[in-house]
């Protein structure tokens, strides 16, 4: 890669840079952790927000265009980004060939991240899959807003559930459900979520990652008046808001149905705005 | 210091490198300096509402990217109420790609785009023609003479004309279009093309065609300016797989005056920059004071006529 070509310029608040591979493990059989080196802006990244990752080839294939990944966290002290991805396809295999001392081209901050109304006290964040990483960098933003958080983190087993630690070590209260006992079908969830309501746990509600989560979230938060915020996913091209490629379906102002760029409108939206698919 | 100004169909450019239609935006003043582009083409501007194809809109392939983007639009008034603001505060002209689906829509959207801050018209005729049973204008020679010839009549700015690769015989296509009033053509869109999921049996865009672009593309395009060149007078704007100035360079050695850069930036959004900075380079190292020098400079030294007309025969 010819990195030289590409240095931070100053005066953008999106860069693409050259970063330096801290580490690469694996979580689980299924997710990988990865930390590298970043600088400004890259390090003034949001939770929510999220980069776009030239993935290096591999013997699985030679990824094209970018991959978005949200921001699992952020260090700007010790400049540092982090990742957690899942393995999937040509991209994200790529990207798991990465070694310590590596280079990783990636674009970013991008996006519009979650924010924090200073009104709330106790706040739910639900989620399950990728969820899991993008809602982790809220454990630290809602500690230092000093906002408590009740983090239901969902996955198919015991073992693949991330994020756990983090967010207890924030001061967060971690339940976890899972598919193997059924405590994450929907309605148990759906119990766990009433109660925390019935308790005023529920200032606002924060999601990723699954869709069915997000249709029970809308219904529990019209049924309350409680507002709420989804981070959503999209295949992308640019990242930019340039192409249209990475819109969905969002209830328009007039009653109707309209599209939005996740890259760009997103990928946080509000918990009512976008519609199920 | 190397002068990178080119003329294009009377517009004159600081130099030769733009945003081709559809790759561009306001979002990437987050990344690059605007001042330093030859001008801004814009996505395409219809006069009605658009909400564009079924998702997914983008497929990877082999050295390029699928698109069945659809020409989502927000119509005229956003553009006048929105757009056109914007890209007042640059200093690079802005050229306003237009799309209609008949030419009496194209006649009238150019005529009502004769406003202070619009520099030139493209002509996106590479859309399908409501009057030819959805075939694009560009496919064929009298399609395209018959919008080309409306558009001269209804504005007076310059104007540009975007050909689509996906006919026989490009070069007719081209000597139609300047025959008609045409002040330079953009060569070309994207390659109709698709891909299958062999594991879903589905195809990979939403709505099963639609366009290839990027570095696989280049060889293509780049012979369709060649073609277009030795067919027609008036100015040729490359666009197909562009990522380097050396890319830029061979379409201005085919016969460009200017070229557009599209697919790259969304893998680097910084490649326009790069591309104007590499051909400067590029013309100090080698010597040249001008870059439209090198527009159709083309060596085809030890290749004798009846060399090349075999080859041709051979080749189709």
């Not at chain 1, 980004?81 to 590596?102: C, I, N, Q, S, W």
């Not at chain 1, 997103?266 to 009512?272: A, C, E, N, R, Y």
Request: proline residues 6%.
């Amino acid at each position: 890669m010819m990195d030289s070509l590409y240095p931070v310029r100053e005066g953008f608040s999106v860069a693409e840079q050259s970063a330096v591979v801290i580490a690469n493990t694996a979580v689980n059989p299924e997710y990988r952790h990865l930390v590298v080196t970043a600088e400004p802006p890259a390090t003034a990244a949001l939770a929510g927000q999220f980069f776009h990752l030239l993935c290096p080839s591999s013997p699985d294939g030679n990824p094209f265009l970018r991959r978005p990944m949200s921001v699992y966290a952020v260090d700007a002290m010790r400049g540092r980004v982090e990742f957690l991805y899942k393995l999937m396809g040509a991209g994200t295999r790529g990207l798991a060939m990465l070694e310590p001392g590596d280079r990783l081209n990636m674009l970013g901050p991008l996006g519009k991240g979650f924010a924090l109304d200073p009104a709330w006290k106790h706040i739910i964040v639900l989620g399950r899959g990728v969820g899991l990483a993008t809602l982790a960098p809220l454990a630290l933003m809602a500690e230092r807003a000093s906002v408590r958080v009740t983090a239901i983190l969902s996955a198919r087993r015991p073992d693949l559930v991330m994020s756990v630690d983090l967010f207890r070590a924030r001061g967060a209260e971690v339940i976890v459900v899972n598919d193997a006992d059924h405590s994450s079908e929907v309605g148990n969830v759906e119990r766990l979520l009433r109660d925390l309501v019935a308790r005023g746990r529920a200032d606002a509600f924060f999601t990723c990652g699954s869709n069915r989560l997000l249709l029970l979230l809308q219904r529990l938060g019209n049924e309350h008046g409680i507002p709420g915020q989804v981070a959503l996913e999209q295949q992308m091209a640019c990242a930019l808001g340039m192409c249209f490629c990475c819109v969905r379906d969002f209830h328009a102002p007039n009653g109707g149905v309209e599209h939005r760029r996740v890259c760009w409108e997103g990928p946080v939206f509000g918990l009512q705005e976008p519609l199920s698919w | 210091m190397v002068d990178l100004a080119v003329d294009i169909g009377g517009l004159r450019l600081a130099n030769p490198v733009m945003p081709a239609s559809g790759t561009f935006s306001d979002g990437l003043a987050r990344v690059i300096d605007f001042n330093r582009l030859g001008a801004f083409v814009i996505k395409t501007v219809t006069r009605e509402l658009r909400a564009g194809n079924p998702t997914p809109r983008v497929a990877e392939t082999a050295g390029g990217m699928l698109n069945s983007i659809g020409i989502p639009s927000k119509g005229i008034d956003y553009f006048f109420d929105e757009t056109l603001p914007f890209y007042k505060r640059f200093k690079p002209p802005l050229v306003v790609s237009i799309s209609a689906p008949t030419a009496d829509g194209f006649a009238s959207l150019a005529t009502e785009l004769g406003v202070s801050g619009v520099a030139a018209i493209e002509a996106n005729i590479s859309c399908p023609n409501l009057e030819e049973d959805g075939r694009a204008f560009a496919m064929t020679p009298h399609a395209t003479a018959s919008v080309v010839a409306r558009l001269r009549a209804a504005t007076k700015l310059p104007l540009w004309v975007k050909l689509t690769p996906n006919t026989g015989d490009i070069a007719d296509v081209a000597r139609a279009a300047e025959a008609n009033g045409a002040d330079a053509v953009v060569v070309a869109n994207t390659i109709l093309a698709m891909s299958i999921d062999v594991a879903t049996f589905r195809p990979r865009l939403g709505s099963v065609t639609g366009g290839l672009s990027g570095p696989a593309v280049k060889p293509v395009i780049l012979r369709q300016v060649y073609q277009c060149a030795r067919a027609v007078k008036i100015d040729i704007v490359g666009c197909g797989g562009i990522a380097t100035g050396a890319d830029a360079v061979e379409y201005m050695l085919a016969g460009a005056s200017a070229v557009q850069i599209g697919t790259a930036t969304f893998i680097h959004p910084t490649a326009l920059i790069r591309v104007i900075d590499e051909i400067e380079e590029f013309c100090n190292h080698r010597g040249f004071s001008r870059i439209s020098a090198l527009t159709g400079a083309l060596m085809r030294a030890g290749v004798d006529e009846t060399d090349l007309e075999w080859r041709q025969e051979a080749g189709e």
